[in-house]
């Protein structure tokens, strides 16, 4: 008898038709790459707003620099420019990676292990981050309401990934079985 987890239920699959539990694993992924994605946009339009709008430490900071070497103002700008441009675009690739290969998956079938390894790896990431926010809310350093936005916001990203990774591998378990 053969269990799977389908939004967060326990299914017999025995007593399912396993043609559709593989399509609804399936439909899954597709709904869930989507979601990565809508993730990854979300990710750079609030780094964008923390930064020039939000948390002004790191643009204060870079402002010391320039006033010791003024000589290099354009400089500083262009590097702070381009390392924020690069950790936007790392992030949005990676998600818009996963959230592509999910879907392909389940649209066509297996795809490689990569952007699962992937997204174990932002599963990590992400809480992480949940930890230390709330070690930063703790000790009382940030406002109490945003950061609080923004862990309910990470939690619900981790469990979107985390649902992936468990609907391609019952996805994959299934089409195994249906091969043999």
Do not use: C
């Not at 299914?11 to 790459?33: H, S």
């Not at 292990?113 to 000790?139: E, G, H, K, P, Q």
């Not at 619900?156 to 985390?162: G, P, R």
């Amino acid at each position: 008898m053969r269990r799977y987890f389908l939004l967060g239920k326990l299914y017999n699959v025995d007593k399912m038709n396993r043609q559709q539990a593989l399509r609804r694993y399936q439909n899954e992924l597709v709904i869930i790459g989507g979601g990565v994605i809508a993730f990854g946009l979300w990710f750079a339009l609030q780094t964008i707003l923390i930064m020039f709008f939000g948390d002004k430490q790191i643009l204060q900071e870079v402002e010391k620099i320039i006033l010791r070497f003024p000589e290099y103002r354009w400089l500083f700008y262009v590097l702070f420019l381009v390392a924020l441009l690069l950790i936007i675009g790392l992030s949005i690739s990676i998600r818009l990676f996963i959230g592509y290969k999910a879907r392909k998956e389940g649209l066509h079938g297996v795809q490689s292990n990569l952007y699962l390894v992937l997204t174990a790896i932002l599963v990590v990431i992400n809480l992480t981050s949940i930890f230390l926010i709330m070690y930063r809310v703790m000790d009382g350093d940030k406002d109490y309401l945003n950061e609080m936005v923004q862990v309910i916001i990470d939690i619900t990203n981790v469990v979107t990934l985390i649902q992936l990774i468990i609907a391609a591998k019952n996805s994959r378990q299934i089409q195994k079985e249906l091969e043999q």
